[in-house]
């Protein structure tokens, strides 16, 4: 008679954390880099092509990673207040680069510099919330979705 391990109350197995990165950021060295840092990633390109002015609309990205329960990546400052509803319902995690200009060397320091802060984040909240981060890859905002009001804190 073989005995079953059962887990230890209160420990968890860790979850997968897969994030997937929006068509404003998709670039080959940005993808390989982060991929070799240790995110696991789908990519707008992987579901619809390389093809840059093909234009999904926002909030069909949105249910994409409900889901799917991926994280979004993205520089598209409109989704953290346009979009609110549709992160809500689709109750997903976004990450925001707020300023799409800066470049794939910006967005690389930024992401490879910020993933453990991320991570930490992602573990101790539960969807949907926007975490936001800056030039230097520090977290500088955590905006929570709920019916009841979203809310923002200062990280």
């Not at 080959?28 to 840092?37: G, H, K, V, Y």
């Not at 802060?117 to 539960?126: F, G, L």
């Amino acid at each position: 008679m073989s005995k079953r391990s059962t887990p230890t109350r209160g420990r968890k197995r860790p979850r997968k954390i897969v994030f997937y990165l929006d068509r404003n950021l998709c670039n080959e060295r940005l993808i390989q880099a982060l991929r070799s840092a240790g995110y696991d990633l789908v990519t707008y390109w992987d579901d619809y092509g390389r093809v840059y002015r093909q234009s999904v609309p926002d909030p069909e990205i949105i249910a994409r990673c409900g889901e799917r329960k991926h994280i979004l990546i993205t520089a598209d400052r409109k989704l953290e207040y346009t979009y609110a509803p549709e992160i809500l319902a689709a109750k997903i995690g976004v990450v925001l680069m707020p300023t799409n200009n800066d470049g794939v060397d910006s967005w690389m320091r930024r992401l490879i510099a910020a993933q453990e802060r991320v991570r930490a984040q992602i573990a101790k909240r539960r969807k949907p919330y926007l975490i936001r981060i800056a030039l230097d890859g520090t977290l500088t905002k955590l905006r929570l979705y709920r019916k009841t009001g979203n809310t923002s804190h200062f990280l």
